[in-house]
């Protein structure tokens, strides 16, 4: 009797130990289970990372080309000019964006990255008018875009033809049509108008914020970057934010740019070195940096984070840093 309740006592030791043995077993079999269900976790999220990074990398160059094409103007640099050789216009606050029409569908795209798609009366711009295709360079602002210039008409490239031309062609050709069908489109297209004189700036309403006073040669074509014959001109009657600016840039002698940063260096749209920054970053990346303005140099005192995708002209320091009065033969 003795040995059999031997047995059986060790038989149930064996069982007790075989139980737990199995018990913790389990528990890291569930361990390494989890573990490695976490790690494939982690790889997919890694890999969705590595799947998204050259897309947007892609994105941003796609952007940097697309503001490439975009002509953008000198500031006024004190000289005469003679009033008769120029086209007068105030410029609009808002987005500068690209409007095509082509295949039934018109494609609003502005320079930050935004993107919207809609129908419109612009030749191949909806169902109803599939034939043709147009191409504007305009000002988005609000629901409103305004029509400032014109890169393509059908076959034809519209921007080797001079102002004069390009501008009769948007109010003959597509302003008419464009205000017929204006109940039926999102968006609302006007056109900034072009001013007789100086005289008649001070007399006429704008139906938006005015942004500067605009000239272009009349024989001047469209160039795809910073354009010579073209300047800008700010004070307290073409800039409803002029007095804001001027407390901003004169009184504290420092002003917002945009530039490019490449091999720690600060560029401008047209290529000036304005100043060298601290980065270790070799990467051409479009930054917004505040410069503060001496007698003598130009110091770079912060760099912000990218909110633009299209420099500013080394000629927009030297207006601020000089404002010139306008002077008109």
Request: hydrophobic share 35%; proline share 3%.
């Amino acid at each position: 009797m003795k040995m059999n309740q031997l047995i059986v006592e060790r038989e149930s030791d064996n069982i007790r130990k075989m139980s737990r043995l199995a018990i913790f077993n389990q528990k890291r079999f569930w361990l390494k289970e989890e573990e490695k269900q976490q790690t494939e976790e982690i790889e997919i999220e890694f890999n969705k990372l590595k799947l998204e990074e050259p897309p947007l990398k892609l994105e941003q160059q796609n952007l940097r080309k697309f503001c490439k094409n975009f002509q953008s103007f000198e500031y006024y640099n004190g000289e005469s000019i003679c009033i008769n050789e120029y086209f007068i216009r105030i410029l609009p606050v808002g987005q500068r964006c690209i409007v095509s029409s082509h295949q039934g569908v018109t494609v609003l795209k502005t320079i930050n990255g935004l993107k919207y798609k809609f129908s419109s009366s612009l030749p191949g711009g909806s169902q109803k008018t599939l034939i043709g295709r147009c191409i504007l360079d305009c000002f988005l602002s609000a629901n409103t875009v305004y029509i400032y210039d014109i890169l393509q008409w059908g076959k034809m490239d519209m921007s080797e033809q001079v102002a004069e031309l390009r501008y009769f062609w948007i109010k003959g050709h597509i302003l008419s049509q464009l205000r017929q069908d204006q109940e039926q489109q999102d968006y609302n297209f006007e056109w900034i108008p072009v001013i007789p004189s100086i005289a008649e700036l001070q007399k006429t309403l704008f139906p938006y914020t005015k942004n500067g006073l605009l000239f272009i040669r009349k024989d001047s074509y469209y160039y795809a970057g910073v354009n010579p014959e073209c300047f800008i001109y700010q004070d307290e009657f073409t800039d409803e934010n002029f007095k804001e600016e001027c407390i901003k840039y004169k009184l504290d002698n420092s002003i917002t740019l945009t530039l490019s940063l490449f091999q720690n260096q600060l560029l401008t749209r047209d290529g000036y070195n304005i100043a060298s920054s601290k980065s270790t970053k070799n990467t051409k990346v479009i930054v917004d940096a505040k410069i503060k303005i001496t007698e003598n140099e130009l110091i770079l005192i912060d760099i912000k984070d990218p909110s633009k995708f299209l420099e500013d002209p080394y000629s927009k320091i030297m207006f601020w840093k000089q404002l010139p009065r306008l002077r008109i033969q």
